[in-house]
């Protein structure tokens, strides 16, 4: 095992909750087009790129490109219409000292979103300055569970996975960190069990030299 030098944090879920909105956006394109949606299938959209979370809502359902662009523009900007009520005190509870403690410590922080409003929605936070290396929607073409984006961030931190803990709030998000040989952390109460470590109530459960002391290489 190498000692932990970075920590790759999933944002939707892990440094906000933002899933709400997201169910609140698919539903009203989804009533429109007369597609059955629930907040139990939103869940299961949890960490899911835009274009697969419509190809989930609408089953087998065949619909041309220009359709399917069209439904994920309007579900965006309702999106980014409700993103605008987001301010710092949207930070999950003990996220904000998590990550100054880490940066103390000099560990790297980078961020590994599948969101394509990620950046906006760092700056809403007020915490864009902490990061170290950005991923988003943009930065690979596979996306999560394929580990493309969190290699593609720990390689801008200059790391390597076995490094890195990536910290995933979706069932997606740890197949991803899992298949690219990074450490995991599980966060919430969606299928995270495979993970590492689980953190059922987010980072506010946890001090970092606890978690550093779980990850801690065996004899060290
Ligand atoms: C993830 C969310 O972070 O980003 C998913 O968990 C969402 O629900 C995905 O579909 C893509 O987000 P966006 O903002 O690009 O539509
Ligand atoms: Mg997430």
Redesign the pocket.
Known sequence: MTDIRGFIF????VITD??EL?YQSWKVVADAEGLPFTREDNEQ??????RE?LERLLKDRPMDEAKKLDIMTR??DI?REKLKTITPDDLLPGVRTFIDQARARGIKIGLG??????REVLGSLGVTALFDALGD?HSVVNTKPAPDLFVWVAGRLDLNPAQVIVFED?EAGVDAAKAGGFKSVGIGHANVSHADFVLELGLKDITLQRLLDIFKPKGA
């Open positions: 999933d944002l939707d879920g933002t899933a997201h959209l949890r960490g899911v790129s835009r979370s579900k965006n999106y979103s599948a969101s394509r409003n990620a929607g979706a």
